[in-house]
């Protein structure tokens, strides 16, 4: 039987330099969307998608500066008709006019191969999900696809994808290969069943055909509304693109992930996942709700995984019975004070029997000392006893000694 080490025997400092815990991002190369990359060393590129019609040119532009504003860095919007995508023309123009370039992505469905076309001229980067592109009516009384039905619609698939590409390739743009777990094509259905390989294929046939005409700039997404799905199509992408010696950056999300808690839980759940593992250059979470909620789920999944750091990073325990001081007040208070510190790592904690010990490496730490009154820390040295009513004023001071404050 396997016996575990005895911790506390272990060398703490030893153990931790040779033990690197920053996630190592599976290599991509870097696709330009605009003034924004995507892979390559970039950090991972938060997303969303507008609601509006973008026949609401006044609409869509508010709509995407709201987004812009707190931190999307691409937007998406639908065109759904030829007039949608022309219209794309004058939200660019107004976007710079009044406020500055966002990029943009366009989604474009079934049979939209000439409204790609227009929208390209006018945007970053299309999106094309390619169990729609080519859009064939599924027959109920099929049985089977040949290879030849097969391959024929691939070739016209080829025919079709052909201008976009070159479109796109010619003017330095990008392109996102979207396949829908709900959404494969009947032939795909048909071949390889309605699983990740399916998925899998389809965006392989995609990709065949723009490395075929030397177009690169793309971005993949396997997504899937349930997290398993989407978890097993997107590591069998990554594995078949490696064996195959691609390098495309993935874009990550859960569909339909609805909305409120279990919304935000099970997006986080199926990026996260892929994220911790080194997989996904791009996010985006799907929720029922308005397009703004997404970005600071997204801020909060690529936090906690120290992808990105836009926030203070507080770690408090969750209290117990030996807790000096109301922790969840304290720490509120504390997070009014401080959160515009971003970079900071700041614990606050109950007692100081576990507290200094299980600060996780923080700046700074207020910690109950004794009934009434807090230590405060700098690292894992206790630099001054004072009383709990001036425990946050003489945090502040402790960090502005430090130089480290910043009005808010
Ligand atoms: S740090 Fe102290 S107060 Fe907080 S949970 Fe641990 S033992 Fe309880």
Partial sequence: ????????????????????????????????????????????????????????????????????????????????????????????????????????????????????????????????????????????????????????????????????????????????????????????????????????????????????LDFRNLVISMKASRVPVMLAAYRLMAKRMDDLGMDYPLHLGVTEAGDGEYGRIKSTAGIATLLSDGIGDTIRVSLTEAPEKEIPVCYSILQALGLRKTMVEYVACPSCGRTLFNLEEVLHQVREATKHLTGLDIAVMGCIVNGPGEMADADYGYVGKTPGYISLYRGREEIKKVPEAQGVEELINLIKADGRWVEP
Avoid at 35 to 48: A, E
Avoid at 54 to 66: C, E
Avoid at 192 to 199: K, V
């Fill in 1 to 212: 039987m396997q016996t575990l080490p005895n911790l506390t025997t272990v060398d703490k400092t030893a153990n931790q330099a040779t033990f690197d815990t920053t996630i190592k991002r599976r290599k991509t190369r870097p696709v330009k969307v605009g003034n924004v990359m995507i892979g390559g060393n970039y950090p991972v590129v938060v997303q969303s998608m507008i609601n509006e019609d973008t026949l609401d040119i006044d609409g869509s532009v508010a709509a995407i500066r709201r987004l812009h504003e707190i931190g999307c860095e691409i937007v998406r919007v639908t065109v759904p008709s030829m007039a949608h995508a022309k219209v794309m023309a004058d939200i660019k123009k107004r976007l710079i006019q009044t406020y500055q370039d966002v990029p943009i992505v366009a989604d474009v469905h079934h049979n939209g191969m000439k409204i790609a076309l227009e929208v390209a001229k006018h945007i970053e980067k299309v999106r094309i999900n390619p169990g729609l592109y080519v859009f064939e009516k599924p027959n109920s009384n099929r049985s089977e696809y040949t290879k030849s039905e097969f391959e024929e619609i691939g070739d016209k698939i080829r025919e079709t994808l052909k201008p976009l590409v070159i479109s796109l390739r010619d003017q330095g743009k990008a392109m996102r290969i979207g396949v829908n777990h709900g959404s494969l094509a009947e032939r795909m259905l048909f071949t390889y069943g309605d699983t990740p390989e399916g998925m899998v294929e389809s965006a392989l046939e995609f990709i065949g055909i723009c490395e075929s």
